[in-house]
């Protein structure tokens, strides 16, 4: 079982700058890509940015350019510096960590955090 453990949330002025870590933990293989996503009140859970184990991101239209995700693959461990936020940024975010192999040939599957708030007030 993996366990993913946001942290980095919180309350900040537009302008402002958070950094989100997520840690997987659990006797782990391998962790394909890794990534976050947030959902605000009333809309759905969208895609903010992802990165392979080789490093390639992927980033929504919207926080490219603010946003800067990296990992960390000794340590499980994906970041999302957050820059320059706006008040429509604020969401909970979720970490997500796909095809998760314990072992060299196991079947793949994909893991969520819990989430962590992040408000961007204005």
């Known amino acids: 079982q993996v366990q993913l453990v946001e942290s980095g949330g919180g309350l900040v002025q537009a302008g402002g700058s958070l950094r989100l870590s997520c840690a997987a933990s659990?006797?782990?293989?391998?962790?394909?890509?890794m990534g976050w996503y947030r959902q605000a009140p009333g809309k759905q859970r969208e895609l903010v940015a992802t990165i392979t184990s080789g490093g390639s991101t992927n980033y929504a239209d919207s926080v490219k350019g603010r946003f800067t995700i990296s990992r960390d693959n000794a340590k499980n461990t994906v970041y999302l510096q957050m820059n320059s936020l706006k008040p429509e940024d604020t969401a909970v975010y979720y970490c997500?960590?796909?095809?998760?192999?314990?072992?060299?040939?196991?079947?793949?599957?994909?893991?969520w955090g819990q989430g962590t708030q992040v408000t961007v007030s204005s």
């Open positions: 659990g006797s782990i293989f391998s962790i394909n890509g």
């Open positions: 997500n960590a796909d095809h998760v192999r314990f072992r060299r040939f196991d079947v793949p599957a994909d893991y």
